[in-house]
């Protein structure tokens, strides 16, 4: 179950917070996005501190694909029906910005970085490219539509992104933490202002961001209502032919597709947190049909964040908490959104301009339709029979039987089958499992 960034790699070692610790900013979380925030904010001037309830890239950081692109699917269609040129121009300008940042940052390190392209693909269905590559001009973006590609099985084509880039996430972790001060092991209980209380210390700070993957800090900013959590499974393949480029399926639940080394990673297999998917089964399915010679050296699973409106939540946290800010809901694309929030927030802690700030304000307007739906898929689980509740709103936990967990449908978290708590929103573990 280990990914095969966490058993490639290796993370330095930093102990707990024993007493107290002083920063210009505190963040919380120590994924891509809290230890870039810091390593950001370090760089322009500021003192910083970390504290990570558990180590470094433990939560989904450890289970990404690692792909750094602008290019999330067919989104920037949709993006421009939705929301306008605008915000879709925006959107794509703010990615391809961390993008740049994030390959500068890789390039200098010894992390495996790579350029390549990356490919969203259709199996069947040419309009759908059509109609994104259109929206692109539109964006002024140079996208070209490809046929013909590497990949197993057949496809009408796909649109190509050129010159995005794949890394390994570890080793880059690894170089940028050193410099860092981070106390692992470290759960913030609660903030009073922008001082956090943990178990055995106390941080002051002028500020504080909160990179917890699904905010977590109080019902304030009412995050549980505007995004919801996805999993999605992973598999390395050793012994496939070796593939140029990245991939991705148009549609829905279709499967993902980049080479790391030797190995090839397949991923897909989704689904809502708590609710049923094809998971691993379904892609061991695809590779005993595709590549019936490859060995399956690793499994692993991610978890991701998952916004309402297809827009990152990058921004003060709430009205109601001054001089704290969030980065959430990245929609599967946590490694070249981590870069961009990064900018935004050092750019609003220094009280300077930033192109993006409004774009991502997480108090921004959200369609009353889709925050109705979301609500309505938790209400069912709210509702609903259950020997097991979740401590973080009491909504009925389902067996996961792949994992052996128990996942709440609600907003993610889940739990050993112990009662342990593998993720958030839920503030800690269920001691009556035991
Ligand atoms: Fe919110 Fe379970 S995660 S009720």
């Known amino acids: 179950m280990k990914s095969l960034w966490m058993d490639t790699g290796h993370l330095p070692y930093f102990p707990p917070l024993w007493g107290e610790a002083k920063a210009d900013v505190l963040v919380i979380g120590a994924g891509m996005a809290g230890i870039l925030c810091a390593w950001t904010l370090q760089q322009a001037g500021l003192s910083c501190v970390v504290a990570e309830a558990a180590t470094i890239a433990s939560g989904a950081t450890g289970g990404t694909s690692a792909k750094i692109t602008a290019q999330h699917g067919l989104i920037y269609h949709t993006l421009l029906q939705t929301q306008g040129k605008a915000r879709a121009k925006g959107y794509l300008e703010a990615n391809r910005m961390g993008l740049e940042a994030l390959s ?20 069947t269905d040419s309009t759908v490219l059509q109609r994104e590559l259109s929206a692109l001009e539109i964006l002024g973006y140079p996208a070209e539509l490809v046929t013909g590609l590497p990949l197993p099985m057949p496809t009408a084509g796909g649109i190509r992104f ?37 178990d055995h210390g106390r941080i002051q700070a002028k500020y504080v961001i909160a990179a917890t993957h699904f905010p977590f800090l109080r019902l304030a900013g009412g995050y549980f209502l505007k995004q919801y959590q996805q999993r999605s499974y992973v598999i390395a393949l050793k012994g496939t032919p070796r593939l140029d480029g990245m991939y991705l399926g148009a549609q829905p639940n279709s499967l993902s597709f980049r080479m790391q080394g030797d190995f090839l990673l ?3 297999g989704g689904h809502r947190t708590g609710q049923q998917g094809g998971g691993w089964a379904e892609l061991e399915r695809f590779a005993g049909t595709h590549y019936p010679h490859a060995e399956i050296t690793h499994r692993w699973a991610a978890q991701d964040c998952m916004s309402l409106d297809q827009m990152p939540y990058i921004g003060p946290y709430s009205h109601r908490m001054p001089g704290v800010y969030v980065a959430t809901g990245f929609n599967k694309w946590g490694m070249t959104t981590a870069m961009a929030a990064a900018r935004i927030l050092r750019d609003q802690i220094l009280g300077r301009e930033n192109p993006y700030g409004q774009l991502f304000s997480p108090s921004r307007h959200m369609p009353p339709s ?23 709103l009491g909504c009925a936990l389902r067996w996961n039987p792949q994992e052996h967990s128990w996942d709440c449908p609600c907003h993610g978290s889940r739990f050993s089958e112990t009662g342990k708590l593998l993720d958030n929103p839920a503030p800690r573990s269920r001691k009556e499992f035991r």
Do not use: W
């Open 104 to 123: 500068a940052l890789a390039a200098s390190l010894d992390c495996d970085f790579q350029r390549e392209d990356h490919i969203v693909y259709s199996l």
């Open 162 to 198: 050129p010159n995005q880039a794949r890394f390994h996430p570890i080793q880059f972790l690894n170089a940028i933490a050193q410099d860092l001060t981070i106390f692992e092991n470290t759960p913030v209980r609660r903030l009073s202002g922008t001082t956090a209380f943990t």
């Open 370 to 392: 889709r925050a109705m739906a979301n609500a309505g898929e938790a209400a069912k689980d709210f509702f609903a029979l259950s020997p097991k509740r979740c401590p973080h």
């Open 266 to 268: 397949l991923g897909g």
